[in-house]
């Protein structure tokens, strides 16, 4: 009779410790799955706001450098001056170009925007070339007044694009860091749950 009650006990306790191990196993992947969410998130945040923030500063900087240079053409005082700005031009506008190229890749918005961007970039292009070639040709005064009213508005304009751009990636930084606090907050939770099952495990078992 003793024997058939243990055995009908040692079922029970079997079975309850079958439950418990079942419920520390949903939460270990669940714990998982939210470990691996925090890591996707970590590595989005690098690869596509921040990377697409860095190649917007760039470009910024790249324009700042092609207004220093057309300055230079409108001022030099020599052809191998000239030549050099021109030069120096045409240097930075590939390398903004190049940049554009790494933010249609990363960026996370509407890719409309970064279209515009471009586009505004390559149709300042003309522009920039008649300055040069009015230098080229001695009219100073004309490639000067070219360069402030014809050059200046595309300037602004792409300016304000590319801030645009950024925003955007700082707002994208925001929100995939605040997923990665979410998710580690659940995280804690589920630890918190799967220690507090395994100690009632314990706790369980020692007493029996």
Request: charged share 15%; glycine share 2%; net charge positive.
């Amino acid at each position: 009779m003793n024997g058939v009650i243990n055995r009908h006990f040692n079922g029970k306790i079997f079975r309850l410790l079958s439950s418990f191990s079942l419920i520390i196993a949903i939460f270990s992947f669940a714990l998982f799955y939210q470990i691996q969410n925090i890591s996707v998130d970590a590595v989005n945040l690098y690869k596509h706001p921040f990377t697409v923030s860095n190649a917007a500063n760039n470009i910024n900087y790249h324009v700042i450098s092609m207004q220093k240079y057309i300055k230079d053409v409108v001022l030099s005082d020599s052809n191998h001056e000239l030549n050099h700005a021109i030069e120096q031009v045409n240097k930075h506008e590939a390398l903004a170009i190049q940049e554009f190229d790494i933010i249609f890749k990363r960026y996370l918005g509407d890719v409309s925007q970064i279209q515009q961007a471009y586009d505004t970039l390559l149709q300042w292009r003309p522009f920039r070339q008649e300055t040069i070639n009015l230098a080229k040709n001695g009219q100073l005064k004309a490639a000067f007044y070219n360069s402030k009213n014809q050059c200046a508005p595309h300037i602004a304009k792409l300016n304000q694009e590319i801030s645009l751009l950024i925003n955007f990636a700082h707002l994208k930084a925001q929100e995939l860091k605040q997923n990665a606090k979410t998710e580690r907050h659940y995280g804690n939770v589920t630890l918190l749950i799967i220690l507090i099952t395994t100690l009632c495990i314990f706790f369980f078992v020692y007493r029996r």
